[in-house]
């Protein structure tokens, strides 16, 4: 299984490396005061910053002791931590410059193989300049200059921790794809007006008469589930369907009982992965359609499009080409929702229709490691950069994928509350082409990266 970086901050006494462990986990786990020799013992917790994600180490104050005395144990527990960590924060105090102690701790991590970042903390007005400069004479490439206890510094700190612990969030995320890979059974729902033919359908897909059907609308009123077995290619796929009662314009849904079916009908969307809207074809798309459809996509499950009794439908190919058109327009949120046609009643298009809503569960599951989003989202950027509203710059830095099921992102920057609707789109849109998200719907969040820790 794989874990995440491990990220140590280590630094003579009174530095702020617990003020800076603090804030990277997000909450006060570690006691801050200005006595020196507070932390003795090592302190670990789950570290964020700007999406990144690590284990952060809280070391004690490294002092020059014998090793039999607590000062010399607690120095050796430090020791050891460096040693296991993937990259270690070097925190000075940059108000008191640099000291013997600080040029000591410098030689030996020097000598260590883990990657080393020297911060210089405290450094917040002209008070920390001087020893800001004179942090470079410690014989490190780069000094960043933080204040944990203001949260100055934050993105320069990302930007030297990102090429450590990205890896490890692909690692994660691969894992975790492995895992959605090994879902149980496809939780698939059907939807639509009444009569549309959807125990009908469910009946010919299982192969039997389990659902009740007739001509008069709105037999069925519970929501259904049926296990089944759908074999392909040799190989069998489990499968819980979902039948549920029509869904009629809310103005007419007087009776309490109807609308009991219909509350239970968009539980079983709430818990179903793909939705299966049913539509007939021998009377096309109506407004209720689109209604549902887009309460199936707010709700962020997958969607298909499915136009029943096409055996009997006429003029099937306009009929085809008006409801795709119409679902482009009324359903922009969401490009590229699959569109079918089928019979439940002789079986056709019955297997493309399972096949599809396989592979729309997949993309629905689908997660895309750190290093190849931020290569699209940099692109994306570079090709069309965020525009400056009263000539204030946009800067977006950085994306992360949160969750799947359904796909969502988020996307860290400055000012991100002035990017227009119409740059989320493009960039969602982008997202669709380039990472393989079409028909499914994408969630895009954004923060700024100035105070990424306020909720």
Known sequence: MARSATIAIVGRPNVGKSTLFNRLVGKRLALVDDQPGVTRDRREGDGKLLG????????????DHDAATLPGRMRLQTEKAVREANAALFLIDARAGVTPLDEEIARWLRSEDTPIILCANKAEGKAGEAGLMEAYSLGFDTVLALSAEHGDGQVELFDALRPIVEPFMDAEAEEAAAEEDA???MKLAIVGRPNAGKSTLINRMIG????????????TRDSIRVD????????VHEIQ??????????????DKLEKLSVADALHAVDFAEVVVLLLDATKGLEAQDLRIADRVLQEGRALIVALNKWDVAENPSALFNGVRGALDDGLAQVKGVPVLSISGATGKGIDTLVRVAFEQRAIW???VSTAKLNRWFEGAVAANPPPAPGGKRIKLRYITQARTRPPTFVVFGTRTDALPASYERYLVNGMRKELGFQGVPV?????????????
């Open 183 to 185: 879902l149980g059974p």
């Open 365 to 367: 599951t689908n997660r």
């Open 443 to 455: 969630r895009l969040n954004f923060r700024n990266s100035r105070n990424p820790y306020d909720e």
């Open 228 to 235: 089944w077995q759908w074999e392909k290619d040799g190989e």
């Open 241 to 254: 369907l979902f039948d549920t009662a029509g869904m009629r314009k809310r103005a007419k849904v007087q």
């Open 52 to 63: 990144l994600e690590f284990r952060i180490v809280d070391t004690a104050g490294f002092e």
């Open 208 to 219: 039997e008469d389990r659902l009740i059907t007739g001509p008069e609308a709105g037999i």
